[in-house]
């Protein structure tokens, strides 16, 4: 996942070619900024790696995608359908344009489930948000059909996936827009940022201008520049986006270091009984920013956990089942409304109906589900010494809850 793992003198370079002219601002300032612009530069860097016609960079992935939804006309009234696990920027993006968040069960993909996703289709659903989590991709192509056959709009939460592919073509660039996050535990990172992707000239013109207080950005005299509908400030700084420069040039390095890594350690864990890995719709598209394993049971996963605790060994073992950044069952301040200020009534109404849905679906896929985050650090005796432990740990959790199913 982090490329913040790898800082080094190219970050340094990228970031002092700013600090030598003093220009931070990615607009105006033509004369002393010395030919220097690092955000245009990464939104080229960006468009010729992954393929995507037109890149809008922003402030971070939480813009991008609030950016995306207002530019596809996506607002008060809307339904937006989206998964039950994700990050909480997924649903702050969706309610900040003033439309509603569907949430549906997600399956052993661990996205969204496409048979979830019809039974989730009202009259008011406007768009279906698949999230590619944990660097790996929802299944596309039947997202895709679902959208094409009930005329929906298809945004991809792409921002925990860079550099990973369907099919091969990069997440985030295969439905009507994308977003990726640079946030600082990204697969590559910015401090803060984010970008759109689309390949639709119409939607990037008007990101350009939503992301900057809807300047047409037309001039040469930004204080002159028109303002043909409403934005808001959503820009990167040429200090965010001069990291970024130096890091998109590693990623490729990011990703080879990766899938090296995954595949000792998923070849460690996969022969012990009882451990499966999550559903993969494209397995060589898959960036390998984590192994995501499941046990038998939610007694056995809890089991796993907590020996890892015990010895010390947690740090980058997840069980999002009780995270509360990341699965619905543990979002109260959601579920509670806990706004601090007043919201429109479907919202209202869509927000109080998740206290009472049922999860169970998606509960007994993320129950049994421990994601293990791949460094760009370990060496090979780390993996084998950390594959062995596991191996130990879940052995004997899966030995004991065999024991206790049979009392
Ligand atoms: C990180 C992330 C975002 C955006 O986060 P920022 O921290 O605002 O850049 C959005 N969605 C998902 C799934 C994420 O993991």
């Known amino acids: 996942m982090p490329g913040f793992e790898l800082w080094g003198a190219e970050e340094r370079k990228e970031v002092n070619d700013v600090l030598e002219t003093g220009i931070l601002m990615r607009y105006g300032f033509d004369g002393p900024r010395k030919g220097i612009f690092k955000a245009r530069e990464l939104e080229e860097a960006i468009c010729k790696r992954f393929g995507s016609k037109y890149a809008q960079l922003t402030s971070s992935g939480t813009a991008a995608l609030t950016t995306a939804l207002a530019v596809l006309g996506i607002g008060a009234g809307d339904e937006v359908i989206m998964p039950s696990f994700t990050f909480v920027a997924s649903f702050e993006g969706v309610l900040s344009t003033g439309a509603v968040p569907v949430l549906v069960d997600v399956d052993e993909t661990l ?15 406007k768009c279906v948000m698949p999230v590619h989590m944990c660097g790996s991709m929802a299944d596309l192509e039947a997202l895709q059909s679902i959208c094409r056959e009930h005329n929906l709009i298809l945004l991809e939460d792409a921002c925990q996936s ?8 990069a997440l ?3 439905g009507d827009a994308g977003t990726f996050s ?3 535990v990204k697969i590559m990172t910015c401090a803060e940022g984010g970008v759109v ?21 037309k001039g040469v005299d930004r204080g002159a520049d ?3 509908f409403i934005g808001y400030n959503f820009r990167i700084s040429e200090l965010h986006a001069a990291v970024g420069l130096a890091q998109i040039r590693k990623l490729d390095m990011f990703l080879d270091i990766q899938k090296r890594n995954h595949s000792f ?34 007694e056995a996963a809890k089991a796993v956990i907590s020996e890892l605790k015990a010895q010390g060994i947690l740090a980058g073992n997840f069980y999002w089942y ?18 601090l200020h007043p919201v429109n009534d479907q919202q209202r109404e869509a927000l109080t109906r998740l206290r009472s849905q049922d999860f169970s679906a998606s509960d007994a896929v993320m129950s049994r589900c421990i994601s293990t985050a791949i460094s760009l650090l370990w060496t090979e005796e780390q993996i084998r010494e950390k594959g062995e432990k596991i191996a130990e740990i879940v052995k004997k959790a899966v030995a004991m809850s065999d024991v206790n199913s049979e009392l």
Not at 162 to 169: Q, V
């Open 197 to 217: 992707l689309t390949n639709k000239e119409d939607l990037y013109q008007k990101c350009d201008g939503y992301t900057d207080h809807g300047h047409d950005h």
């Open 162 to 169: 860079i550099g990973a592919t369907y099919k091969g073509k």
């Open 322 to 339: 009780d995270n509360n950044w990341h699965y619905i069952r543990k979002w109260d301040h959601l579920k509670n409304l806990d706004f």
């Open 111 to 125: 996205t969204m489930d496409p048979s979830a996703v019809r039974r989730a289709i009202t009259d008011k659903t």
């Open 265 to 298: 350690l998923k070849n460690m864990l996969a022969p012990i009984p009882g451990v499966s890995f999550r559903k993969i719709p494209d397995p060589e598209g898959d960036s390998c920013t984590f192994l995501s394993w499941f046990l038998p049971t939610e």
């Open 182 to 184: 640079f946030d600082f």
């Open 172 to 174: 985030g660039t295969i």
């Open 226 to 228: 028109l303002h043909p």
